[in-house]
């Protein structure tokens, strides 16, 4: 076993390392690609950037490639994105042409590499149509979808639809984002690297040198969400919470995020927190590039109750890196975070800015119980939520694609 | 000179598995029991033994999804209980525990009163799954080296062994006792408490915790009988 390989034993036992490797021994010979948008900032690039290394670790032969796109398709893609978590209107005419000639320049680039791949894993819209654009292809195809698209702009979903119906499989985070396609609809959880620089343990100076350089005072225990400038993650209602709870309990807030490079709408986003936030010396909004890895960890761990109050999430990265640090979180009551946050076991799920401030005030004051909390929190993101689970699940899939078809409990 | 038998080494295997969504969804109870004779087999299986792989907490008061939506999503307690009394492995089969299921919810549905038409909070979701089973390279054969195996095993290979393994005999024994009916009477004692635990008001975890105490103390250094 490889250095790294132990290194992750460490954290889920070695015997568990062993099972990956008999089960990743299964896909020897075989090219598994993986195509998304982005190659830093936001959870997809995250899972990509350890998952990656570490199934080459584990001897697959895995390869990431990123499309390359211009304004108008990720304006397009942004498009698709909202609309696909519900919001009204739809793709225009010309945002369509963008998507399809995107794709159809992006399938010209990678040509080589997906015609010979085994397995191709095509995460989120953006180069969905690259698969109709192989007609000739020799390798299984999944269709990764990491949005909450429980209830989707029904037009939107149809032109989302022509392009992954024909993909081999489909993996979504929970059993209410599944749709209506003629493949199975595989249920696996995205997850964090427990030795990624966001997420190794850090000392406490280290924390704290992180917060006197960010400018944030610790006389005041800290609330903090670390997410997008995106509107679904409500950082205004976050805002909102801090004011209801402040009036009970001496706090900071903090906002740290950053764009993606595929989310043209954060700008506009980060300039409402702004306005939202004048004046107020209590607030501090950060925004940080996206490799401020060992900054957001540093936050997170220096935090006392971190938030994640979205109003749709496909899972809630954040919530799981806050929680892998003992961290009990208020969570908004959708999406992946149901799945994350049990109430009372390792944070609370709320509906409303005032039922975050109950949280924050009920944490901050109970303090067994967040360190309680916070115990379990991590328990579960160790039993549940760590990248060598997500991998586990992706090789056992790509086997599952192979064979055996009809049985549901085979051996391999 | 008569032959010693040679120990059989108990080989660790575990499995892999994977939730498929059956498209199924119900919000009444109506629903529910409709979708019952439809869905796959795999997918009684996971309700009433995949929650144990997947995220759940240790405090679940009922074993099994049909009882917990019962509870949470009708707030009928008493039919989560009645649904949480089955225990899936006195079933011969997933056909018959497919039958136990639907003769429950029928005769709750037989009741008349406005649980058969309520709309529960949140929809039950049917879950099929895949279950890949593999055989690890791992075997022990010495008593005493038993509990460290079974502690340093996997999740999944220890609900391979215990949960499915119980289910998959037909006499519903885990495959630990299985394997130490062969040291004959010295093992007796650890088998009958084995047979003992309650496999479903536990977390994997905690279970696994329970066991490996039994097998420490029952074949510890000097501990079996």
């Given at each position: 076993m490889s250095d790294i390989l132990k290194k992750y034993g460490e954290v889920i036992g070695f015997h568990a390392m062993d099972s990956l490797l008999a089960i990743a021994e299964r896909l020897e010979g075989k090219k598994i690609v993986h195509i998304n948008s982005t190659k830093e900032g936001g959870g997809v690039a995250e899972i990509l950037s350890s998952m990656v290394p570490l199934s080459q670790e584990l001897g697959l032969d895995v390869a990431?490639?990123?499309?390359?796109?211009?304004?108008?398709?990720?304006?397009?893609?942004?498009?698709?994105?909202?609309?696909?978590?519900?919001?009204?209107?739809?793709?225009?005419?010309?945002?369509?042409?963008a998507y399809m000639e995107t794709n159809r320049k992006n399938a010209e680039r990678l040509k080589d590499v997906l015609e010979s791949a085994d397995y191709v894993f095509i995460h989120d819209p953006q180069p969905?149509?690259?698969?109709?654009?192989?007609?000739?292809?020799?390798?299984?195809?999944?269709?990764?979808?990491?949005?909450?698209?429980?209830?989707?702009?029904?037009?939107?979903?149809?032109?989302v639809k022509k392009q992954v119906e024909g993909y081999d499989a489909s993996i979504f985070s929970l059993p209410d984002f599944a749709q209506n396609l003629p493949h199975p609809q595989y249920l696996i959880t995205p997850s964090i690297d427990p030795l990624s620089e966001k997420n190794r343990p850090l000392t406490k100076n280290e924390v704290l040198k992180t917060y006197e350089e960010l400018g944030i005072g610790r006389d005041k225990p800290v609330i903090l969400q670390v997410s997008r400038f995106d509107r679904f993650k409500d950082p205004l209602g976050v805002i909102e919470s801090y004011r209801l709870a402040r009036d009970?309990?001496?706090?900071?807030?903090?906002?740290a995020g950053g764009g993606a490079t595929d989310d043209p709408e954060s700008g506009e986003v980060l300039s409402a927190v702004k306005e939202a936030a004048a004046g107020d010396p209590d607030i501090s909004i950060l925004l940080l590039p996206a490799d401020a890895h060992r900054t957001i960890n540093a936050l997170q761990a220096g935090a006392d109750v971190v938030m994640q109050k979205s109003t749709k999430e496909g899972f809630g990265l954040t919530v799981t890196e806050a929680m892998w640090k003992k961290k009990p979180v208020v969570g908004g009551d959708v999406g992946g975070i149901r799945l994350q946050v049990i109430n009372r076991f390792n944070g609370f799920r709320v509906r409303s800015p005032e039922g975050a401030a109950i949280r924050i005030r009920y944490l901050l004051t109970h303090r067994w119980k967040r360190e309680r909390m916070g115990v379990n929190a991590r328990q579960y993101v160790l039993e549940n939520f760590l990248i060598t689970g997500q991998l586990r699940n992706y090789l056992s899939l790509l086997v599952s694609l192979d064979g055996n078809e009809g049985e549901w409990e085979p051996w391999i | 000179m008569k032959k010693q038998s040679k120990t059989v080494p108990f080989r660790f295997k575990e499995c892999s598995l994977l939730p498929i969504s059956?498209?199924?969804?119900?919000q009444t109870l109506r629903e529910?029991?409709?979708?019952?004779?439809?869905?796959?087999?795999?997918?009684?299986?996971y309700h009433f033994w995949g929650r144990m792989l997947r995220p759940h907490i240790p405090e679940s008061e009922f074993n099994n999804d049909f009882a917990s939506w019962a509870d949470s999503g009708l707030g009928d307690l008493e039919l989560a209980e009645e649904l949480s009394a089955i225990n899936p492995v006195k079933s011969q089969n997933l056909e018959e525990l497919r039958s136990i299921l639907e003769d429950i919810l029928e005769a709750r549905l037989e009741a008349g009163d406005f649980i058969s038409w309520k709309k529960a909070d949140r929809e039950f979701y049917f879950i099929a799954c895949k279950k890949f089973m593999f055989d690890t390279g791992r075997q022990t054969e010495s008593l005493e080296d038993f509990p460290v195996a079974v502690k340093t095993s996997s999740r999944q290979s220890f609900f391979h062994h215990f949960m499915d393994g119980r289910r998959r005999s037909p006499e519903g024994k885990d495959d630990f006792s299985l394997w130490l009916e062969q040291f004959g009477e010295s093992t007796e004692d650890v088998r009958a408490r084995l047979s003992r635990v309650d496999s479903y008001l536990f977390s994997l975890g905690e279970l696994k915790g329970q066991i490996v105490t039994l097998l420490e103390k029952g074949l510890g250094k000097g501990g079996t009988k």
């Open positions: 990431w490639e990123v499309i390359e796109g211009d304004e108008p398709f990720f304006n397009c893609t942004k498009t698709l994105h909202n609309s696909l978590q519900g919001m009204a209107g739809g793709l225009s005419e010309s945002q369509a042409g969905a149509a690259l698969l109709g654009l192989f007609p000739k292809r020799k390798g299984k195809w999944i269709w990764r979808c990491h949005i909450d698209v429980s209830s989707p702009n029904r037009s939107v979903w149809r032109f009970h309990v001496d706090i900071r807030l903090v906002l | 059956t498209g199924i969804r119900a529910l029991r409709s979708a019952i004779p439809e869905i796959p087999e795999s997918s009684l299986y």
